[in-house]
């Protein structure tokens, strides 16, 4: 990718491109062994070597976090007047993050967060099937006949029935449920639709990716190489 200098500073997190460009200016770049003092300078970020004041500035057109997200916190980019979830990614270097697909803003657990349009389209697409497990825990007992009714399909809405589901009991009340779908309140809808509420909900799973247990509400990790080549290898047909 051929990028100008004080883009490729200013992506990479180095500072604002006024702020970069007085760093050029400063004589604070060297480029291939040489000092660089001209910001409209063309990048080949596979073959050019990118020094900040002596360390290695390595161009990444993509980032990815798990967010383990908090409740209170909206599944958006930006918001007149609650915290996003792109937010919460503080050390994040690029300012076009978002998140694939959304949680309500009670719900908790893992989301990613990336700049990867490719790879949030073929985890959230439909055709793709992707399944996610949630934590689901229920106002009240769920029977055998409800549960059975959960997974094979039940009205959402008025015409509209929710694709076969699997579900794992923890106790009468507490379930993993897993889902290929992910409509607007998909889980609390599915359980609304055989009578019971649900009080508390959380997200483990997506395509088949864990949430990190170590992260603690409202933490997020960079996501790892091998995780990042997994998600995208995930039913691609
Ligand atoms: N289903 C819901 O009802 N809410 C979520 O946040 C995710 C799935």
């Known amino acids: 990718m051929i990028i100008r200098l004080d883009k490729y500073l200013a992506d990479m997190g180095i500072g604002t491109r006024s702020e970069v460009k007085a760093d050029i200016k400063k004589g604070k770049i060297n480029i291939n062994g040489i000092v660089v003092k001209d910001a409209n300078l063309k990048i080949d970020t596979d073959k050019d070597k990118v020094l900040y004041q002596g360390n290695p500035i390595v161009y990444e057109e993509f980032e990815y976090y798990m967010l383990n997200k908090p409740a209170g916190v909206v599944s958006a980019t930006t918001d007149k007047n609650d915290k996003t979830v792109v937010d919460l990614i503080t050390s994040k270097k690029k300012k076009d993050l978002f998140p694939v697909g959304r949680l309500d803003k009670d719900t908790e657990g893992l989301l990613i ?10 985890l959230l697409s439909p055709k793709k099937h992707i399944d996610k497990t949630y934590y689901v825990c229920l106002n009240d007992t769920l029977s055998k006949e409800a549960e059975d009714r959960v997974c094979k399909g039940v009205y959402i809405e008025k015409d509209v029935m ?43 799973s997506m395509g088949g990716l864990k949430l990190d247990e170590r992260l603690k509400e409202g933490e997020f990790r960079p996501l790892t190489k091998e995780e990042i080549e997994y998600l995208k290898g995930v039913n691609h047909d």
Do not use: W
């Open 113 to 122: 967060i990336c700049n990867d349009g490719e790879l949030c389209h073929n």
């Open 162 to 204: 929710s694709m076969p589901a699997t579900l794992e009991r923890i106790t009468d009340d507490k379930v993993y449920l897993t889902i290929q779908e992910g409509k607007f309140h998909q889980v609390k809808k599915m359980f609304h639709g055989v009578g019971l509420e649900v009080t508390y909900l959380k997200r483990v």
